[in-house]
């Protein structure tokens, strides 16, 4: 419980702030220590096992100890692999309060495989052409299926950025890769909106603005995963300036604004002008007061520093050992 603080923590501006980090970080010396020990114990089920190291990861990610939080992703996956009974998993039927460990894990693999371009740990199969159809089971928006109840992004986004970097690490010919990649780019402009219950009107409002940034956010992905696209491309331009104007109309740091640090990294790197660059990383940093929002921000720094010196765009995911999480 102490160690999964830490998210709290990081948006309480008070002197209590400091004591408790201090209390989280021996909670994890301590849980670090025992987590062996459990992953050997046959009395503790998967899931149990799954629960305590996702604590650690949580610390580790929140403090921006990278190299320990790959680790521990990639540690889960026998976990993962026991509790689903395969190496398999549709987004549209992962469900129920069971699977909440699953599916904080599977938004780790999903963001680690677009920040670092290895491929996801896990294969993610989903119909997306039957969810594009009305009245069907994987149509509706539901309060406790894949990832959008949890992190606000429609599960239909979250697939299409798995099978964009599924894409990207896949043996085919370019012309192939670009062919699927304008298929995903049509499933991403086409797909409607469906808004979990909420209420008050001004929420809904801002469910439906941080949906469509993930739509452009995925589409921004696929440019980069697939098109290798410049900022001057039209579409890419075009979802820029829109996730700029719709975070405009929401509330900096808080619901859902406080979710949206990917799609804001994600713009930024692609922005050009001193202003839109301003505007992005100002929205990064007010997403919060985590370490790892201030590092994914010196990335950003660093990025267009590496971009303007060498008069291309460079990548986010090309380094190794890898610069940044998602």
């Known amino acids: 419980m102490g160690i999964s603080a830490v998210p709290r923590i990081d948006v309480i501006e008070s002197m209590l702030a400091t004591s408790w980090r201090a209390e989280a970080k021996e909670l994890y010396s301590l849980a670090v ?3 062996p020990r459990d992953l050997e114990d046959p009395g503790l089920s998967p899931w149990a096992k799954l629960t305590g190291l996702l604590g ?3 610390f580790e990610y929140h403090t921006a100890q990278l190299s320990k939080y790959y680790a521990h992703v990639t540690e889960a996956v ?21 699977m909440f460990d699953v599916s904080m894990w599977v938004w780790c693999d999903i963001l680690d495989s677009m920040a670092t371009s290895r491929s996801t740990r896990i294969k993610y199969e989903s119909n997306l052409e039957r969810a594009a159809q009305p009245g069907t089971e994987e149509s509706g928006a539901c309060e406790d299926k894949g990832l959008e109840w949890l992190y606000g992004i429609p599960n239909a986004f979250a697939i299409i950025l798995a099978r964009t970097s599924a894409l990207r690490d896949a043996k085919l010919s370019e012309e192939e890769k670009a062919s699927k990649g304008a298929e995903l ?13 909420t209420k008050g009107s001004r929420l809904r409002v801002g ?57 804001y990294f994600i713009a930024g790197f692609y922005a050009v002008s001193q202003k839109d660059r301003y505007t992005m990383k100002s929205r990064l940093i007010g997403c919060g007061n985590a370490l790892y929002l201030r590092v994914l921000a010196r990335n950003l720094d660093e990025l267009w520093q590496e971009t303007d010196s060498a008069g291309r765009l460079t990548s986010w995911s090309e380094k190794k050992p890898p610069r940044l999480a998602f």
């Open 78 to 98: 026998p976990l993962i692999k026991a509790i689903i009974g395969g190496d398999t998993i549709d987004l549209f039927n992962l469900r129920g309060e069971q």
């Open 185 to 197: 780019e049509q499933l991403i402009n086409n797909w409607q909106i469906r808004l979990l219950g």
């Open 207 to 263: 469910r439906m603005g941080a949906q469509e940034i993930w739509r452009h956010t995925a589409l921004l992905y696929v440019h980069h995963a697939i098109f290798k696209s410049k900022p001057s491309h039209p579409i890419v331009k075009n979802s820029v300036k829109n996730i700029i104007k719709i975070a405009s109309t929401l509330e900096p740091g808080g619901n859902p604004d406080s979710f949206l640090h990917i799609p």
């Open 56 to 58: 650690i990861m949580d």
């Open 33 to 35: 220590l025992q987590f």
